[in-house]
């Protein structure tokens, strides 16, 4: 069985479809079209770094870190009841808080949209107690309000798992010390489940930087974060190589923010989703 | 106690919160006119509609052949792909194995548009078979995982025993390393089903005219507005998925319970 050969076709096929398009991303971003042809120029990142796209970009990540810490509020507390040892149907409440991320998430983006529109329930409901129609959709506040919903429970199971894991004896410990619920908490399952809280920020911020659907539901067609930048660049604009650059800047974003956390997880025995 | 409501409390807003659009939606699917703001009685319309649509029709065609031929081919070439990795050395193991996470890690729209660059580069059309291609292509790597651990459980007494013992390679491999992993690859099968059927984003870029998937079609109604007959299907999907969900459920508590059995009996 010390054969290799059955990865051949995987092999191949890397090569194929993983590597050769990220050369070709590579190539797009570092050349322009010219009247006479195609030359090789930084060009297309000088021009990420115009007012407009900064603008943009800072735009997408205060969105998604916004969005980040909503549900690192909302969520962390979850995760505490949830994996608290006298909850009754401790099962079936961890298996509702997956069950909506089955959902696609398009329907479930689309379901906030016949929620906030102007002749949507909510503003049904208001006008039936006097208040005027609100324009809820069409913001910032729907977009991060999209964002929290579609990803508040990749926050909420890394935390979890890494809160139900901690040994019981430990906060026992504390509290024999003579630790208050407070202190015990602080000192005890914070730091522990500092890992979990880890994975679930990048599994909500990466998301959350890169969408362009959530934005161009609830967002409008005018809005633009990074993500409709890119999608206007090859759809609409045509710009390729304009749009390779801005999408390969991203993802070196990404890969780093990623190998930030995994390295902090690996040193801390982390609970990601995997 | 007044602690224990608290959490409760909590909790139950929480879902609310994650359950009423969902509830809303559905409800509303059934209401016989199109408004979203008043009930205007009960009605299965929206529903006879949907099943009327054509392009609806069409794209739960495209999803399930390619949900299902993806799966499988992504199935078989991860499942070679997993063994052929377990026997390397470490170099190119781990280059390998960095290659494979790549598209996992990465953003799925810098994946979708680095595949469309390819097939536009090779001069491929757009349609059937570039989001097929790319579809097998983003399933692989969860093969990979969910095979991989099995593999590297295996006991290779197991498999040199059943050599002396005179099975030839084939049979070996079919008797006692196959049924050792076969969780992992059933795993990998059915993640890369759902995937493959709730992919968007890379099907929105690596798809041509004529050729689209549930979500596109869903996007581009979404994108138009509302429409009662998307609130018919997401509906029907829901259900068909907590049906799905229930009975994977069922069949692995009772696979459990057997294997529990058995073993007492050993005992």
């Known amino acids: 069985m010390k054969k290799t050969w059955a990865a051949y076709p995987y092999i191949f096929w890397i090569i194929i479809f993983t590597i050769v398009p990220m050369g070709l991303l590579i190539y797009f971003s570092i050349t322009v079209k010219t009247p006479t042809g195609t030359i090789i120029s930084m060009d297309n990142f000088r021009r990420f770094t115009e007012p407009i796209y900064l603008k943009v970009l800072a735009r997408s990540l205060t969105l998604a870190a916004i969005s980040t810490v909503c549900c690192l509020l ?7 009841f949830l994996s608290s040892r006298d909850l009754r149907h401790k099962n079936t409440m961890v298996l509702l808080m997956v069950l909506p991320m089955w959902m696609n998430f398009l329907l479930r983006t689309y379901a906030w949209l016949t929620l906030l529109e102007r002749k949507g329930l909510i503003n049904t ?34 935390i979890y798992s890494v809160l139900s894991k901690i040994d019981h004896s430990l906060i026992e410990a504390a509290e024999d010390l003579g630790a208050d619920p407070l202190r015990t908490f602080l000192k005890v399952r914070l730091p522990l489940s500092l890992p979990g809280v880890m994975s679930g920020i990048t599994m909500v911020f990466m ?29 609409t604009v045509g710009d390729w190589n304009f749009g390779s650059a801005i999408s390969l800047m991203m993802m070196l974003i990404i890969l780093i923010g990623m190998g930030f956390t995994s390295r902090y997880e690996k040193e801390q025995e982390g609970g990601g989703l995997w | 106690m007044v602690k224990y409501f608290l959490k409760r409390g909590y909790l139950f807003l929480l879902y609310a919160f994650l359950y009423a659009p969902i509830i809303v939606l559905a409800f509303y699917s059934f209401n016989s006119s199109r408004s979203r703001g008043t009930w205007d009685g009960f009605s299965l319309k929206w529903y006879i509609q949907m099943f009327q649509d054509r392009q609806i029709l069409t794209s739960l065609y495209y999803s399930l052949v390619i949900g299902i031929i993806s799966s499988v081919v992504a199935t078989i070439i991860g499942t070679m792909a997993a063994f052929g990795i377990n026997n390397m050395k470490t170099l190119p193991r781990t280059t390998v194995m960095n290659l494979t996470y790549l598209p996992v890690l990465n953003p799925d729209i810098v994946t979708g548009i680095s595949f469309m660059l390819l097939f536009i580069f090779i001069r491929l059309k757009l349609g059937f078979i570039t989001l097929l291609l790319s579809h097998i292509t983003f399933n692989i790597p969860y093969v990979i995982l969910s095979v991989l651990p099995r593999i590297k459980q295996l006991d290779k007494n197991m498999y ?26 059933i795993t990998g099968l059915l993640l890369a089903f759902t995937l493959s059927l709730d992919d968007f984003v890379i099907s929105f870029f690596n798809t041509g005219s004529g050729v689209s998937t549930l979500s596109i079609t869903i996007y581009s109604m979404a994108r138009r ?17 907590l049906t ?19 073993s007492k009996e050993v005992l």
């Open chain 1, 207 to 235: 998301p959350a930087v890169t969408t362009f659907v959530i934005s161009r539901l609830l967002g409008g067609g005018q809005y633009t974060l990074i993500g409709n930048l890119i999608e206007q660049q090859f759809l």
């Open chain 2, 244 to 262: 799905l969900l229930v009975i994977i459920n069922l069949m692995m508590s009772r696979q459990k319970n057997s294997k529990e059995k058995e």
């Open chain 2, 160 to 185: 040199e025993a059943a050599l002396d013992l005179g099975a030839t390679p084939a049979v070996a491999f079919r008797k006692v390393v196959l049924p050792e992993i076969m969780p992992g690859v």
């Open chain 2, 225 to 241: 507005g509302i429409n009662p007959k998307i609130n018919a299907l997401s509906t029907l999907m829901f259900v068909s998925i």
């Open chain 1, 74 to 80: 909302l969520g962390y507390p979850a995760a505490l």
């Open chain 1, 125 to 158: 409901l208001l006008g039936k107690i006097g208040i005027p129609p609100l324009n809820l959709l069409y913001n910032d506040f729907a977009v991060v309000l999209g964002m929290v919903y579609n990803f508040l429970p990749f926050m909420v199971l890394p």
